[in-house]
């Protein structure tokens, strides 16, 4: 039965989930290159380094996979708790 209680906290866990999902994977280079100048010169991102590679190719191929694995971390932490106050 959907309207269960239990399945409501798993689909907001779920949903929780998805919405960080979007940011981390669309918005991330949203920023990186709305960051550049209007005359279209390069981001301020793209000067700056980090662990010897350019910071916004750290950002998004880099930063993106570690959010993702905190995502199913978070997602597994949720999923938990949900599951423990539903039995």
């Known amino acids: 039965n959907p309207h269960r209680e239990h399945v409501k906290q798993e689909v907001r866990a779920a949903r929780t989930v998805i919405i960080l999902w979007f940011f981390c994977t669309f918005l991330t280079p949203i920023i990186v290159a709305l960051t550049g100048g209007p005359d279209g010169t390069q981001s301020f991102l793209c000067h700056m380094k980090f662990l ?6 750290w950002l998004v191929a880099q ?25």
């Open 52 to 57: 010897g590679f350019p910071f916004h190719y």
């Open 63 to 87: 930063g993106s996979t570690i959010g993702y694995i905190l995502l199913c971390a978070l997602f597994v932490k949720l999923w938990n708790s949900y599951v423990k106050k539903g039995e």
